[in-house]
Protein backbone atom coordinates (compact mmCIF):
# COMPACT_ATOMS: atom_id res chain seq x y z
CA UNK A 1 0.00 0.00 0.00
CA UNK A 2 1.31 3.30 -1.50
CA UNK A 3 1.45 6.02 1.97
CA UNK A 4 2.89 9.77 1.13
CA UNK A 5 3.35 11.94 4.22
CA UNK A 6 5.00 14.89 3.35
CA UNK A 7 7.01 17.60 5.56
CA UNK A 8 8.49 20.43 6.13
CA UNK A 9 6.43 23.49 5.32
CA UNK A 10 6.62 27.08 7.10
CA UNK A 11 6.84 30.52 6.80
CA UNK A 12 8.81 32.09 5.25
CA UNK A 13 10.22 35.51 4.28
CA UNK A 14 10.58 36.36 0.34
CA UNK A 15 14.25 35.35 -1.04
CA UNK A 16 14.27 32.47 1.57
CA UNK A 17 14.97 29.15 1.26
CA UNK A 18 12.88 25.64 2.33
CA UNK A 19 13.13 21.72 2.01
CA UNK A 20 9.97 19.82 2.02
CA UNK A 21 10.27 16.26 2.53
CA UNK A 22 7.98 13.15 1.83
CA UNK A 23 8.13 9.86 3.19
CA UNK A 24 6.90 7.62 0.41
CA UNK A 25 6.67 4.26 1.74
CA UNK A 26 5.25 1.22 -0.14
CA UNK A 27 6.80 3.14 -3.79
CA UNK A 28 9.72 1.27 -5.14
CA UNK A 29 11.48 4.32 -7.14
CA UNK A 30 12.17 2.04 -10.15
CA UNK A 31 8.16 1.66 -11.11
CA UNK A 32 7.06 4.97 -9.84
CA UNK A 33 6.80 8.74 -11.22
CA UNK A 34 6.90 10.68 -8.25
CA UNK A 35 6.22 14.15 -8.51
CA UNK A 36 5.52 17.84 -6.36
CA UNK A 37 2.65 19.63 -7.36
CA UNK A 38 1.08 22.73 -5.36
CA UNK A 39 -2.65 24.47 -5.11
CA UNK A 40 -3.87 27.58 -4.19
CA UNK A 41 -6.85 27.42 -2.45
CA UNK A 42 -9.82 28.25 -4.66
CA UNK A 43 -7.45 27.45 -7.93
CA UNK A 44 -6.43 24.21 -9.99
CA UNK A 45 -3.71 21.95 -8.38
CA UNK A 46 -0.36 22.68 -10.47
CA UNK A 47 2.57 20.55 -11.24
CA UNK A 48 5.83 21.89 -9.86
CA UNK A 49 8.65 19.34 -10.73
CA UNK A 50 8.32 15.62 -11.66
CA UNK A 51 11.14 12.84 -11.30
CA UNK A 52 10.69 9.71 -13.09
CA UNK A 53 11.80 6.14 -13.26
CA UNK A 54 15.38 6.52 -13.97
CA UNK A 55 16.27 10.06 -12.42
CA UNK A 56 14.99 12.44 -14.84
CA UNK A 57 13.76 15.52 -13.53
CA UNK A 58 11.42 18.31 -15.18
CA UNK A 59 10.02 21.21 -13.99
CA UNK A 60 7.15 24.31 -14.34
CA UNK A 61 8.70 27.56 -15.08
CA UNK A 62 7.82 28.85 -12.50
CA UNK A 63 9.94 26.82 -10.19
CA UNK A 64 12.82 26.48 -12.54
CA UNK A 65 16.19 27.68 -11.30
CA UNK A 66 14.60 27.67 -7.86
CA UNK A 67 13.43 24.45 -6.82
CA UNK A 68 15.27 21.15 -7.11
CA UNK A 69 13.61 17.69 -6.79
CA UNK A 70 15.61 14.74 -5.50
CA UNK A 71 15.68 10.89 -4.11
CA UNK A 72 17.67 11.31 -1.18
CA UNK A 73 17.70 7.57 -0.21
CA UNK A 74 15.15 4.97 -0.60
CA UNK A 75 12.31 6.28 0.85
CA UNK A 76 12.67 9.90 0.93
CA UNK A 77 11.67 12.75 -1.78
CA UNK A 78 12.45 16.52 -1.30
CA UNK A 79 12.13 19.88 -2.52
CA UNK A 80 14.46 22.14 -1.94
CA UNK A 81 12.94 25.70 -2.60
CA UNK A 82 15.36 28.65 -3.02
CA UNK A 83 14.56 32.38 -3.42
CA UNK A 84 10.86 31.75 -2.51
CA UNK A 85 8.81 34.50 -3.99
CA UNK A 86 5.54 35.28 -2.81
CA UNK A 87 3.62 33.54 -4.84
CA UNK A 88 5.21 30.45 -4.28
CA UNK A 89 2.55 30.09 -1.79
CA UNK A 90 0.76 27.45 -1.51
CA UNK A 91 -0.35 24.23 0.33
CA UNK A 92 2.55 21.18 -1.62
CA UNK A 93 1.75 17.99 -1.90
CA UNK A 94 3.73 14.79 -2.94
CA UNK A 95 2.46 12.20 -5.97
CA UNK A 96 2.98 9.02 -7.17
CA UNK A 97 2.13 7.97 -10.20
CA UNK A 98 2.92 3.74 -11.33
CA UNK A 99 4.66 3.91 -14.47
CA UNK A 100 6.97 0.71 -14.50
CA UNK A 101 7.54 0.68 -18.38
CA UNK A 102 9.45 4.35 -17.74
CA UNK A 103 9.07 6.70 -20.01
CA UNK A 104 8.33 10.62 -19.36
CA UNK A 105 6.16 11.30 -16.00
CA UNK A 106 3.34 13.63 -16.78
CA UNK A 107 2.76 17.10 -15.32
CA UNK A 108 -1.02 16.68 -14.91
CA UNK A 109 -2.59 16.30 -11.62
CA UNK A 110 -5.12 13.89 -12.98
CA UNK A 111 -2.88 11.42 -14.02
CA UNK A 112 -1.41 10.49 -10.82
CA UNK A 113 -3.22 7.92 -8.32
CA UNK A 114 -1.41 8.46 -4.71
CA UNK A 115 -1.56 11.62 -2.63
CA UNK A 116 -0.05 12.89 0.50
CA UNK A 117 -2.73 15.21 2.57
CA UNK A 118 0.10 18.33 2.19
CA UNK A 119 2.19 20.84 3.86
CA UNK A 120 1.69 24.43 4.15
CA UNK A 121 4.24 26.85 2.00
CA UNK A 122 3.46 30.97 3.18
CA UNK A 123 6.10 33.37 1.38
CA UNK A 124 5.88 36.62 3.11
CA UNK A 125 6.99 39.85 1.19
Known amino acids: QVQLVESGGASVQAGGSLRLSCAAS????????LAWFRQVQGKEREGGAT??????TSYADSVKGRFTISQDNANTLTLSMNSLKPEDTAMYYC????????????????????WGQGTQVTVSS
Open 95 to 114: AALYRPYGGTCPRFFGDFGY
Open 26 to 33: GVTYTNYC
Open 51 to 56: IGNDGT
